[in-house]
């Protein structure tokens, strides 16, 4: 069960409101006319929304509370075996990459 402020951090990130609770914030960033939603963690981008597309990385960071809330989003599920991330059941090195929201 995920945590209030991922639940918090998650809502306004699909709904593109600011957000600051405790070590993760939400922001609306704006590149050239052009909007971007952007889920940190402790300042370490994690998650972007664009154009209705959700992509993530771990930002170098295999924490759990890094695990945590990237696994509020839609169509993610991170686990880790001795040490190494799966991303929907596929070993994940936590680059940037994009995910098919369900």
Avoid: C, P
Avoid at 22 to 40: F, G, I
Avoid at 59 to 70: C, F, M, Q, V
């Amino acid at each position: 069960m995920a945590r209030k402020i991922t639940e918090k951090a998650i809502e306004a990130f699909y709904n593109n409101e600011n957000f600051k609770g405790a070590n993760t914030t939400v922001e609306l960033k704006e590149y050239s006319d052009d909007k971007v939603t952007v889920l940190k963690l402790f300042g370490n981008e994690i998650a972007y929304l664009h154009h209705g597309m959700v992509h993530i990385t771990n930002a170098g960071w295999k924490t759990d509370t890094t695990k945590e809330r990237l696994n509020g989003l839609k169509g993610v599920s991170i686990s880790q075996i001795k040490g190494k991330w799966y991303l929907n059941g596929e070993q994940w090195d936590g680059n940037l990459i994009q995910i098919k929201q369900a």
